[in-house]
């Protein structure tokens, strides 16, 4: 019933900059929490940035400074913009949200396909 697409991962060089962007799509009463997770190979899933729908933010104290999450809410969409990037952010990186679809049911979380994002020495 609602899916992520996600997209803007890529190869960069230490240093480099991108910005990442997922958009919601399907049955949508609201969307709650945000969210941008990532995973290395042979490493768990971890958190890196939330907001939520009145823009509050948390980040892993890994990319504060670094990385910034935004959201328009008008486009359902979450933005990830991701500065001075350095070769441990090399990870594939998932979008999460949690939607409400309906007004009798609480929210569910929803992932996105994920998105390679390289950084070479």
């Known amino acids: 019933q609602v899916q992520l697409v996600e997209s803007g991962g890529g190869l960069v060089q230490t240093g480099g900059s991108l910005r990442l962007s997922c958009a919601a799509s399907?049955?949508?009463?609201?969307?709650?929490?945000m969210g941008w997770y990532r995973q290395a190979p042979g490493k768990q899933r971890e958190l890196v940035a939330t907001?939520?729908?009145?823009?509050?933010?948390n980040y892993a104290d890994s990319v504060k400074g670094r990385f910034t999450i935004s959201r328009d809410n008008a486009k359902n969409t979450v933005y990830l913009q991701m500065d001075n990037l350095k070769p441990e952010d090399t990870a594939v990186y998932y979008c999460n949200a949690d939607v409400r679809s309906r007004w009798y049911e609480s929210g569910s979380s929803y992932w996105g396909q994920g998105t390679q994002v390289t950084v070479s020495s």
């Open positions: 907001i939520t729908s009145a823009s509050s933010t």
């Open positions: 399907g049955r949508i009463l609201s969307i709650n929490a």
